[in-house]
């Protein structure tokens, strides 16, 4: 899974010097989980009863990564950043996101009324592009760049149980090479996976980025909703408007066509007749 071993750290340029060093820049797959409702459960739980539930997490990424080389993993309490080092893991980021996201479905599910081991959903941000490589002052490997804050936004921007990719990880991956259960049990082929084409804005990024949703369950998931905002008529404050143009679709995409996607929101109003 990496490089380290029991009494040996990795060796190489600090952050600093990194910079510099030719050496240091390298191609990367990073990917982002992040347990959305974890500072609730902080809030209404004892000790108890989240951090079994963290450590849940935590080793159910550990235990899908550690079949690949030339990966790093950070913890980061309520979340995980895996890197593969390399330009050829997009299918495994995937794949690995699909089978994270299908173990924490199937032990949160509700069982004869009664509830699952674990209550908590994720997200997941996956990008691929250039990073700075670097050994960090307590002798662990990590990496900085543009790639790896777009994948934190991207995770930080999904609903639950969403996994977002951006286009460079989309045009590295083998589609052959994903699957997963309710997709076997459809016979979804390879091109189903992938869902349309869709830009957002990101916080710390100028320009929209696009991506793309891996269906990997029966429906799409979507974005998290946008803040309330503020129209010139100002509305009151007991009915704020979503900011729904900060998401566009910039292609159908004829895999994806007719596609469900949930969208989390208040309705102001419902046409029974017409049902919209």
Known sequence: MSTETAGELPT????????????????????????????????????????????????????????????????????????????????DAIQVAIDVQETIQDASRVVDGAKGKIDFHITVGITTGAATRFVTPTGTIDYVGMNIDKAGRLCGAASAQAIFVDRSTITATNFNRVHS????????????????????????????????????????????SALPTETAGRPSSSTPLLRAAAVKSTAPGPAARGRAEKFVGSVKQWNPDKHF
């Open 181 to 224: 259960k309710f997709g076997a049990v459809v016979h979804r082929d390879a091109d189903g996976y992938q869902g349309n084409r869709q830009s957002v804005s990101l916080k710390g990024i100028p320009n929209p980025v696009e991506y793309y949703e891996i269906l990997w369950d029966s429906q799409l998931f979507g974005v998290k």
């Open 12 to 91: 190489g340029p600090g952050l600093y010097e990194a910079f510099a060093d030719a050496a240091s820049k390298v191609f990367v797959t990073c990917q982002f989980f992040d347990m959305g409702n974890s500072p609730g459960m902080r809030v209404t739980m004892p000790e108890s009863g989240w951090l079994p539930q963290v450590g849940f997490l935590d080793d159910t990424i550990a235990k899908r990564v550690a079949r690949y080389d030339d990966v790093a993993i950070k913890f980061l309490g309520d979340g995980v950043v895996v890197f593969y080092q390399g330009d050829d893991y997009g299918p």
